[in-house]
Structure formats: C-alpha cells, structure tokens
C-alpha cells in the first residue's frame, strides 16, 4: 500500500514527538479522525499519564483521551526504537532562547539523533516547532542523507507550523489553516495530503523556509502590534486619555485597523521568543531586524512599568512599597490557561520581592510557581485575604475570577488588562 493510500484510508502509523501543548492536541486530533498514533516523549510522566487515558492539557476533553486510549488509537512511550514501525513522524519538541537569548535548536536536533537510526523507506517526517527559515533544510536531510535515503523519493521531509491559540474556542486545530511547505514538491504533496484529513485547509507553500518565514511573519506582527499599543498606553498615561477607550474607538474603522490591547508583557513560548530566531538569523546575511529589536525592547519593558505603576498608586495611600502586602492575581501569561512560560507575573513577582514588597499570588489553574528559585503556591482567594492586602494587581484576567468581590474588598487593585472596565471605585488604578 503506497503511503498516499494509508494516509487516505487512515491506514498510517503516525508518530508525534513531543507531547506537549502542541503535541498532544495533534495527536488527539489525529486519533480521532482514525489513525492509530502513538506520542514519543522523554518525559516519562507525560507518557504515564497517555497510557493511562489521563489528560494535562486544559483545553483537550480528558473524556476523548481516556476513550482514544481505551480504543488503542493513542499510545505513547518514551521508546524510539517504536519509529522504525511508524509511517509518518511529526516533531514538536520546544525551541525557546538560551541565556544568550540565542535560538536553542538542541530539542529538535536531540530528536532527529534519536529518530534517524530507525527510519524506513517510504517515511514522511514533519518538522512543527517554530524555527528560524532554512532549520528543517540544515538539520534533516543531512541527517537522512547518511542512511543512502534520497529526500522527496525515498522519505519525504516538510515543515508546517503550529498554529495552537491555547484557550481560543473559536479556532481550533480543524478550523485553522494549515501551511505546509516540503523539500521537494512530492514532500509538500504527501504532508498536505496527510494535514487534509484533519483540518480544513491546507495552504501549500514553495519550501520549508518560506513556511518557517510565514510563522515568523504571523508572531512577528503580534509582538510589534503589541508593543506599538504598550507605548501608546504610556503616552496616554501621561496624557490622561484612556487607552482602552481610544483601542475601542478605533476597532470601530471597518478596515485597515486590528485592535491589539496593552498588558503587562510578553509571555508563552512563542510571542517573547520566536521573533529573535530570525534577528539571529538574519545578522548572518548582515541584516538587523529593527522592527523585531525595539518591540522587544517596549515589551520587555513592561514588568518595570507596571511595578512603578504599583508603586504609585501605593505612593497615593500614603504606603511605601518595601513592606506592602502585594496579591498577584494571575500568573499564567494568558487567560484560562495554566502556562507560566515566559509570563510577565514572574518578572513582577521577581521585581517585587527586589523592592522588599511581601508579594503572594492567586491563580484558579497555576497551584505553584517558582521565581528566581523560591516557590510560591497560589493562595486562596476570600474577602479576608484581600482586606488584609496593600494592593491587589491583576496580572492575567482569568474569566473565573469573582471581581466584584476585589474591587469591593481589596484597598487598592492595580489593573493591567482592564477587566475591571465595568467597575467603577475609588480603588481602582488601570495601566
Ligand atoms: N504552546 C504554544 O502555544 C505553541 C503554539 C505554536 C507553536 N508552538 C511551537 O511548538 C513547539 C513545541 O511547543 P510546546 O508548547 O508544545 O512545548 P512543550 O514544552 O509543551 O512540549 C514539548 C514536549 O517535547 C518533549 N521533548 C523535549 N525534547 C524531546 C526529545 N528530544 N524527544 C522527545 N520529546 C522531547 C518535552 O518533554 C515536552 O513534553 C515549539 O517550537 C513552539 O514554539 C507552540
């Protein structure tokens, strides 16, 4: 049976290295479409956890994991020797910045080292991790050329984006488009194919660089349309007009106009992060990514402002912020989700502890956080503890947080996501 027909019949073993908030979702939709798919993973409590039917993604239904693994759709192991048995092998593995804020390619190089000793004739391999252009060309076929295999005949070798939006309800794996771009023309043919059956559309592209571009291009714009409203916010500020009433006003124009909303920072795996893989990259064609350096430097900026802004407002009480009891509410870098990566509330926390303030925090999906090697653990959030507070600053807008119960209990609440705009009070400082 030629791989087309088992990708078409859902005949194919498929393979997903790499069980994470990418990862998983993937292979679930895969499963569920039929195919028998089996998640390869180093981290042997995840794999514990698949084998048992058990889900660690909030947004996947814990129901559909114990069924798929009941059924035998959806295996795991941390065994790469099971690749040899596989017909399609897709990599998520992470991509994030060493100290040097440099690209850290050694999970997907990590990964094709323990794939390449088993792959077969006939496989198609899929690189997803977010990556600068020319990765999946510089690291996979040289690594498939050693085996006598020649790319686009004897294995097939593509690149696709993720394109995940945790928490979104609206779009999902199925409903987003997905590009695809392969080696050879072949290559880009049998992956488009093989994501046809999950989703909606696939939108082929010429190379995997150009795909490697386009996921660049789509977090690149977030990140400079961000930190285009975070320093229009600080104008505003100083000029007291507000911000979010001007975002509002605007998003009004039918066209040319995307409202982006300030906050408190970057935060998760991929907007504070992919950008400067390609300013990396293109300091070795003697190009420097102005556009990608200063919104950096706006979004980085952010804790600091936010902490001068809860220095502020405590100044207006009459407190210093050496001694004030600060309650964090939110730490996950975005809301109804439970990931930290990257979150801005780490930062704060940081800072905040740097000026002696005696900061604790509350998030409904986070029990525990570690900052700069102390642990926190979410504290539970009653009218009591929020009297007993200096200031309350609302750092992610989980959706079921009770507010009213803080602006009514809390001495001051500092908000950086203006989830408080139906409230009105005394108490209330908005960034
Ligand atoms: N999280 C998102 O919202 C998102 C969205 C779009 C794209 N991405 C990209 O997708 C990629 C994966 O991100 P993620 O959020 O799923 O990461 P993650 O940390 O949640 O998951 C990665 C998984 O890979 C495993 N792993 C690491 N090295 C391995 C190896 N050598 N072999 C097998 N398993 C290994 C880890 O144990 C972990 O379970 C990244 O490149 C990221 O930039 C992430």
């Not at 977010?130 to 070798?157: C, M, Q, R, W």
């Not at 430097?297 to 502020?312: A, G, L, T």
């Not at 700069?372 to 009218?383: D, G, I, M, T």
């Amino acid at each position: 049976m030629s791989l087309e027909n088992k990708i078409t019949e859902k005949k194919a073993k498929i393979g997903i290295v790499g069980l994470g908030y990418v990862g998983l979702p993937l292979a679930v939709e895969m499963a569920n479409v039929g195919f028998d798919v089996i998640g390869i993973d180093l981290d042997c409590g995840k794999v514990d956890m698949i084998s048992k039917g058990e889900n660690y993604i909030p947004d996947l239904d814990g129901d559909v994991i114990k069924n798929l693994a009941r059924s035998g759709h959806l295996k795991a192991t941390n065994d790469f020797r099971i690749v040899s048995d596989l017909d399609v092998v897709i990599i998520c593995v992470p991509t994030p910045l060493n100290r040097m804020r440099e690209p850290d390619t050694s999970y997907v190089r990590g990964s094709i080292n323990s794939i390449s000793s088993h792959l077969k004739k006939g496989q198609l391999l899929i690189l997803e991790s977010t990556s600068y252009p020319g990765t999946t060309e510089e690291i996979i076929p040289p690594a498939v050329k050693k085996l006598d295999f020649e790319v686009g005949k004897d294995i097939f070798v593509a690149f696709s984006p993720e394109r995940v939006d945790p928490g979104n309800k609206k779009y999902s794996i199925k409903n987003t488009p997905k590009v695809v771009g392969g080696v050879t023309k072949n290559c880009t043919r049998i992956a488009s194919l093989l994501y046809a059956q999950i989703v909606d559309q696939v939108v082929s592209v010429s190379s995997p660089k150009t795909a490697e571009m386009t996921k660049l291009l789509e977090n690149i714009f977030r990140c400079v349309n961000i930190a285009l409203v975070n320093e229009i916010m600080i104008l505003c500020d100083r000029m007291d007009i507000d911000v979010w009433e001007v975002v509002k006003a605007a998003s009004t124009k039918p066209f040319g106009f995307m409202p982006f909303y300030p906050g408190p920072g970057l935060g998760g795996h991929c907007i504070p992060i992919d950008p400067f893989y390609l300013s990396w990259k293109a300091k070795e064609y003697n190009f420097y990514t102005e556009f990608i350096e200063l919104a950096g430097k706006v979004n980085q900026s952010m804790p600091y402002y936010v902490v001068d802004k809860i220095m502020d407002a405590l100044n207006s009480q009459g407190k210093p912020l050496n001694g004030s009891k600060v309650l964090i509410l939110g730490v996950a870098y975005k809301n109804d989700i439970n990931d930290t990566r990257e979150s801005p509330a780490l930062k704060i926390i940081e800072l905040l502890g740097e000026k002696e303030a005696v900061v604790s925090y509350y998030d409904p999906y986070v029990s525990e956080v570690e900052v700069r090697k102390s642990l926190f653990y979410s504290q539970p959030l009653n009218e009591k503890m929020l009297k007993e507070k200096d200031c309350v600053v609302i750092i992610t807008g989980h959706s079921v947080v009770d507010y009213g119960l803080v602006v009514k209990k809390a001495n001051l609440v500092v908000d950086t996501r203006n989830v408080l705009n139906k409230f009105k009070g005394q108490n209330i400082v908005r960034i």
